[in-house]
């Protein structure tokens, strides 16, 4: 039954996972009855130790696998009931991984799309803070980059891949945040593309570092695959016997790793 049900266009949307579990392998659920709602707008963090299933929450999301036992639903749809290109369109995910092809920057960026005019992308690439790198590029847009994205350092390939994300304008956005030191000059332009990126849109950030935690409104400690603990950040943070209030103290970088 793929692929029956469009999903809204335009606008944040709203995400649901209901009593979901699910195992790559048979018999060693990675998550087990997971459910939370997030509301059209709201920025969920997402913490907990590697391997508590942060990863999988965000795989299930943008459907690379269906749930074993319950539902994932974006805008109210059941996932499988949607096109997968309705999917796509929907929901993007950064990751820290990225993926730059031997190709036109223009291409790197539509993902081969023709939709997309060269104003508009010119237009992102300069409120990301990319117009100095993008003016002195031999060809514009026609400048082919390194496969690997070799060349360009970390902090440029993670703008690239906001780029992709804002020429797409999803309505969740799902972040799996870069835990690499950046330099302090980088970090700033990379910390106002996810300012801007989050504005108006429903996200999920897999968080590393403090100052991310700071800007969601909800947060959820996974553990083991289950939700150990969740609610608003601000009352979390409020609540001196929380685990959140606790990470708050003893250091995220050093609990979550």
């Known amino acids: 039954h793929d692929g029956v049900r469009d999903l809204p266009t335009g606008g944040a949307a709203g995400v649901e996972f209901d009593d979901v579990t699910?195992?790559?392998a048979p018999g060693e659920p990675?998550?087990?009855?997971?459910?939370?709602?997030?509301?059209?707008?709201?920025?969920?963090?997402?913490?907990?130790?590697?391997?508590?299933?942060?990863t999988t929450v965000t795989?299930?999301?943008f459907r690379l696998y269906d749930p074993d036992v319950g539902r994932v639903?974006?805008?109210?749809?059941?996932?499988?009931?949607?096109r997968a290109s309705d999917i796509r369109r929907r929901v993007a995910m950064v990751t820290q991984e990225v993926h730059l092809f031997r190709a036109s920057l223009r291409d790197n960026l539509s993902l081969f799309s023709r939709e997309v005019d060269d104003d508009t992308i010119a237009r992102v690439l300069c409120d990301l803070g990319l117009e100095s790198w993008y003016r002195a590029l031999p060809e514009g847009l026609d400048s082919v980059l390194e496969s690997k994205g070799v060349g360009l350092s970390a902090g440029q390939q993670q703008l690239l891949a906001f780029a992709r994300v804002f020429l797409r304008d999803p309505g969740v956005v799902i972040l799996d945040e870069p835990s690499s030191r950046l330099d302090p000059a980088t970090e700033q332009h990379v910390e106002a593309a996810?300012?801007?990126?989050?504005r108006g849109r429903t996200a999920i950030i897999i968080a590393h570092r403090l100052a991310t935690v700071r800007r969601?409104?909800?947060?959820?400690?996974?553990?083991d695959g289950r939700i150990a603990e969740a609610g608003p950040r601000a009352a979390l943070?409020?609540?001196?016997a929380s685990r959140f209030s606790e990470l708050l103290r003893t250091g995220m970088e050093d609990e979550l790793s």
């Open 22 to 24: 699910f195992a790559y």
């Open 237 to 240: 943070a409020a609540d001196a």
């Open 194 to 198: 996810v300012e801007r990126l989050l």
């Open 30 to 54: 990675v998550l087990r009855d997971v459910s939370f709602r997030l509301a059209p707008g709201r920025t969920l963090g997402l913490l907990g130790r590697t391997g508590s299933g942060k």
């Open 59 to 61: 795989r299930l999301l």
């Open 73 to 82: 639903t974006v805008d109210g749809v059941d996932l499988p009931d949607a």
């Open 216 to 223: 969601v409104d909800d947060v959820i400690i996974l553990d």
